[in-house]
């Protein structure tokens, strides 16, 4: 039998009549109810101290909870065997469900250990009522800001955009700024979502809302958040930069939790459907001065669906003064990069060199590059700062070479002179004859080969002999080499070195016979053996 649920509006007015002295067959035709219902409902009014003759002000809402609560009482059953067969598993689908298997997944596991007992619907009233499957959670409205505190920023998806240039289609992106107080609203397209496009958008929305807000809130977009986490986020490095150039906070939401910044989430599909889509647009410029106007116009001046106020009117009356200055000069968007320095004391970034101290060939150190700095560090410690150059230019700092390879390095010839000056007159004489000429950088290796001489024999033995090859108009280093070992080997052993001192004889020294070898033993040696007589 169906029975149909009394509502508190037909109790009251049941109760009202009956007061009146209405009868009970009376009252069930004026209520549209069964006789016997309201002699029920009368009866336990009764019960619970109304009194027929008293006025109508017995019935208020303490009563008739009371009236319902003895009429409906409380509903008491027995579990069929398949919700307790659900009942002794909990444990295993409460697991399953918190390792994101689905319902159907674990329904066949369930029956496959309860030899199909449970049907799925009695799985799927017990995980909802007792697990909390499938219930949505409750939310906690937030009360906005003070007016010009915070915007909202999200990137999202607007479509396919053409190229007119090339031809090309391409996806375009959103970076949608939203005013918390006001909800007005900034829109800058992109093709991609990298630090340099990010920090463009952030710098037409400056200018677009008339100043900077004090705290930012975005998504935990790549080229913003390098780890993200709820209470400790790691921005990147570069946006880190911009945050204390523009002087802003910035305070990204948690991960997959969209509530957090539901202000400007809501607006993605807004911007989608009212801006973009079905719109022709000539480039991405020509979509980027349209999408401005439109903010200006249709998502400015709209009766906005919460705060029901145009966000354009509420921006400038209540936010626009608060807002920090807009910046006066661009930002310069640096680049980094980890490189490692090679052999020839340089790295490479930009497509240009720039060298580093000896010290630190073979490792890795960090470029921040802007456009006119290079600042290179190792360990978070500034080494060397270059002008930045241009692809294929080199930036070479002599001070970072060994003295010996930095004259080589920078062909400083002056340098190589004043060695050749300390060495003697006459080699001095000889490297100025060694320079004297066209291509004075071929002839460096001479001077280098005859400065190697000076520190191999003395100063002194090279001197004489570069006294001598000059007396004889001879240019020659190699001549130099040869004359030098020459005096040496014509120097007897009793002579002392030169600079004096005393000759120490050597403890294994033995004659020259010791190592001569005899006429038969070179025979053999060569394979030459006399006729057998």
């Not at 008293?54 to 809402?61: A, K, V």
Request: proline content about 6%; glycine content about 8%.
């Amino acid at each position: 039998m169906a029975y149909r649920e009394v509502s508190v509006v037909e109790i009251r007015e049941v109760l009202r009549l009956w007061l009146k002295g209405i009868g009970f067959r009376a009252i069930a035709r004026l209520t549209s109810s069964d006789r016997k219902t309201v002699r029920h409902y009368t009866e336990h009014a009764t019960a619970l101290g109304v009194s027929r003759t008293g006025g109508e002000e017995q019935i208020d809402d303490e009563l008739i909870s009371a009236l319902i609560s003895a009429i409906q009482p409380e509903r008491v059953g027995v579990r069929g065997e398949a919700w307790q067969a659900c009942e002794a598993e909990r444990e295993s689908i409460k697991n399953w469900l918190e390792d994101d298997l689905t319902l159907t997944k674990v329904h066949e596991l369930l029956n496959r250990q309860r030899h199909g007992l449970v049907p799925y619907r009695t799985l799927h009233r017990f995980a909802r009522e007792e697990l909390g499957f499938g219930k949505r959670r409750t939310t906690i409205r937030v009360d906005d800001c003070e007016p010009g505190q915070e915007v909202q920023v999200d990137f999202g998806l607007m479509g396919m955009l053409t190229e007119p240039e090339v031809g090309q289609r391409r996806k375009v992106w959103a970076l949608i700024f939203t005013a918390v107080s006001s909800r007005h609203q900034f829109v800058h397209l992109a093709y991609r979502q990298t630090l340099e496009d990010v920090i463009e958008g952030f710098e037409a929305a400056w200018a677009f809302f008339g100043g900077v807000f004090h705290v930012v809130i975005p998504d935990n977009v790549k080229a913003i958040v390098a780890s993200a986490d709820p209470l400790e986020p790691r921005f990147t490095e570069g946006f880190l930069e911009y945050m204390q150039a523009r002087d802003f906070v910035t305070d990204p939401t948690r991960i997959r939790s969209p509530r957090d910044k539901g202000r400007v989430e809501r607006a993605v599909p807004y911007v989608r459907e009212s801006f973009f889509k079905g719109e022709t647009f000539f480039g991405l410029e020509d979509a980027r001065a349209r999408a401005r106007q439109w903010c200006l116009s249709t998502a400015g001046l709209r009766d906005h669906g919460t705060t029901h106020r145009r966000p354009l009117e509420v921006f400038e009356a209540e936010e626009k003064s608060r807002l920090a200055p807009v910046p006066t000069e661009p930002y310069d968007v640096p680049e980094y990069a980890d490189v490692t320095v090679h052999d020839d004391q340089h790295i490479v970034i930009g497509k240009a060199l720039y060298s580093v101290p000896e010290v630190y060939v073979g490792q890795e150190v960090h470029v921040r590059m802007d456009r006119s700095l290079v600042r290179i560090s190792h360990r978070r410690m500034v080494i060397k700062v270059h002008a930045r150059q241009p692809p294929g230019g080199r930036s070479t700092d002599p001070a970072d070479f060994p003295e010996h390879k930095g004259i080589y390095a920078r062909r400083d010839q002056e340098a190589l002179r004043r060695r050749a000056e300390a060495a003697g007159p006459s080699v001095a004489e000889y490297a100025r004859r060694l320079l004297d000429g066209p291509a004075p950088w071929q002839r460096m290796r001479a001077l280098y080969r005859l400065l190697g001489l000076t520190q191999r024999f003395g100063g002194e033995r090279v001197d004489r002999a570069c006294e001598l090859a000059l007396s004889l108009d001879v240019v020659d280093v190699t001549r130099i080499e040869r004359m030098v070992r020459a005096a040496l080997e014509q120097q007897t052993p009793e002579e002392p070195p030169p600079g004096g001192g005393v000759v120490i004889p050597l403890r294994f020294a033995r004659p020259s016979s010791h190592f001569a070898v005899s006429g038969r033993a070179r025979a053999e040696k060569e394979g030459v053996h006399d006729e057998p007589r």
